[in-house]
């Protein structure tokens, strides 16, 4: 045999030993991806399975640090969890990556992968790469059902010697499992907190039940346990089609207690209608900052399906001081106002403004729509009379409100034009005689 051949067989040979070792190599990534994703899977604590996935991502990239980074309620990107490669949480002045690799990521849906950052002249203008000495990165988008939720980031500050193909393919993987994991997570948390709401609502209503057996049930207060009602069924349904179309969810014990909640709501709702006696309404004024409740109410309605063709802006006025007012009787004010305008008219801009007037001591807040507007007939009563424009309306609400803003030693008046919309202004007493210090 020749020594051209014999060099051939050896070839061939070592070809074939290559090939049986990048065969068993992927067949362990493989049983490490399905090992990660039935231990991730394992979990619906947000904060369990936010390390889980991190912890893991790490490991896969053989990486020294990891960042699950999240959109937030207002479409940006917040980290939410750093560590280690050792499990450790990371301090929060160490959390520093670069920020335009992740929110290019985040923008165009598709994995990045840095093998030597310091040398790659693609990254020779980004400042964070070079003061970090970072060398590898490798960045993957979260993504469930085409909806963007976030990153998933780790590099490290040596070149780790990794197959760049083999490495970005099981990352992506990782992700892909992740973002289904941490989104049932999130689900899974804002339906907890769906049933606690439910609690606190079969609260009212064995307070309110109580009450009318000593005949001291006001309208005031079915109108207030209708409203809250109201917003926890459209929760609870709004989680119930999510659900549905789960695979993890769609069958669970949690699917199941969510049926049952939305029939026990149902049922607190028929009883709030039914009753109709009166009594006053007592005032819990404790030093607050209006602003922040206003965006409290804001933020907690845009989750409401309701909401999601109607636009929302606010503008507050940043000298607005701390006086005392009733948290939950003026939520239930700004809650009335906004549902109204969104019944009226589900594409509504709403605004919001809050103006302070030193000369007179008074906080104003302004809540507008572009709505259909109100018939003059139907304006002059409407802070004053029982009179309603909805087919199952009964008329409380926005006298209710009128006498809320007044027993806060405050105005509440109104403003509208047929196809024109509804201007509402209320004024509250800042006075420091009111407020404690």
Request: with cysteine.
């Amino acid at each position: 045999m020749e020594l051209k051949e014999l060099l051939t067989d050896e070839e061939l040979s070592a070809d074939s030993g290559k090939e049986l070792i990048n065969s068993k190599s992927r067949v362990q990534d493989l049983e490490l991806i399905l090992n990660v994703v039935k231990t991730i899977n394992k979990s619906l604590i947000l904060e369990e399975v936010l390390q889980l996935v991190l912890d893991n991502a790490i490991k896969v990239a053989k990486a020294e640090r990891g960042f699950l980074i999240l959109k937030n309620e207002d479409g940006k990107l917040q980290c939410e969890l750093a560590r280690d490669e050792k499990g450790k949480p990371l301090p929060e002045d160490a959390y520093q990556i670069s920020d335009t690799i992740a929110h290019d990521v985040f923008t165009t849906g598709e994995s990045i992968f840095i093998e030597n950052a310091q040398t790659d002249h693609r990254f020779e203008q980004r400042k964070s790469i070079k003061s970090l000495r970072l060398q590898t990165i490798i960045c993957s988008p979260l993504v469930v059902r085409s909806e963007k939720i976030g990153v998933i980031y780790v590099d490290s500050r040596s070149i780790r010697s990794i197959n760049q193909d083999e490495i970005v393919g099981i990352f992506e993987i990782l992700a892909g499992q992740a973002a289904i994991a941490i989104k049932n997570a999130q689900l899974y948390n804002k339906l907890q907190k769906a049933f606690q709401d439910v609690q606190i609502a079969s609260e009212q209503l064995i307070k309110s039940d109580r009450m009318v057996s000593r005949g001291k049930m006001a309208a005031e207060i079915s109108h207030e346990l209708k409203n809250l009602v109201n917003v926890v069924l459209l929760q609870l349904q709004y989680f119930e089609n999510s659900m549905s179309t789960n695979p993890y969810l769609g069958s669970s014990i949690e699917s199941q207690r969510l049926k049952n909640s939305i029939a026990s709501v149902q049922r607190i709702g028929e009883f709030a209608q039914g009753l109709l006696d009166s009594a006053p309404m007592k005032l819990e004024k404790k030093p607050g900052n209006i602003n922040e409740k206003i965006k409290q109410t804001v933020k907690f309605i845009r989750t409401l399906k309701k909401y999601k063709n109607a636009n929302l802006e606010i503008s507050l006025d940043e000298k607005v001081p701390i006086f005392s007012f009733d948290e939950k009787q003026t939520h239930q004010v700004l809650l009335n106002l906004l549902n109204n305008a969104v019944e009226a008219y589900e594409e509504a801009t709403i605004k919001i403004k809050t103006k302070y007037i030193p000369s007179k001591n008074i906080v104003q807040i302004v809540v507008s729509d572009n709505g259909p507007g109100i018939e003059k007939g139907v304006l002059n009563k409407l802070l004053v009379s029982k009179i309603t424009t909805k087919p199952d309306g009964h008329g409380y609400g926005l006298p209710i409100c009128r006498k809320i803003i007044e027993n806060h030693g405050g105005t509440m008046e109104v403003e509208s034009a047929v196809n024109k919309g509804t201007t509402f202004f209320m004024t509250l007493s800042a006075k420091s005689s009111d407020t404690k210090k």
